[in-house]
Nanobody
């Protein structure tokens, strides 16, 4: 049973930056999808960015392209989300997720395809 542990959330003013980390353990397969979803109060959970740990391909939601960067440290089984130019609309609980094994051959931002989830870390951006 894989485990995901997030860290790095917090509060920041608009225009600021935060870096989230997700440390993973006990995956069955060496190649998985890992990434980040978020849920704001009263809204549905949405995909933010994911990465294929095998080839490094990334997928981002449109609203974060150019501001957020997902990366990985394979040696440490850790995925990072660097978030720059944050806006109040980015305020949400951010969840690390993993898909092990990869079901569709590509890492999509589809919540239902992810079978492991972290506890979440809060990101709050004030104006």
């Amino acid at each position: 049973q894989a485990q995901l542990v997030e860290s790095g959330g917090g509060s920041v003013q608009a225009g600021g930056s935060l870096r989230l980390s997700c440390a993973a353990s006990r995956f069955t397969y060496s190649r998985v999808c890992m990434g980040w979803f978020r849920q704001a109060p009263g809204k549905k959970r949405e995909g933010v960015a994911v990465i294929d740990t095998g080839d490094g391909r990334t997928t981002y939601r449109d609203s974060v392209k150019g501001r957020f960067t997902i990366s990985q440290d394979n040696a440490e089984n850790t995925v990072f989300l660097q978030m720059n130019s944050l806006t109040p609309e980015d305020t949400a609980m951010y969840y690390c997720a993993a898909q092990d094994p990869i079901v569709a051959g590509y890492c999509y931002l589809l919540e239902g395809q992810y079978n492991y989830w972290g506890q979440g870390t809060q990101v709050t951006v004030s104006s």
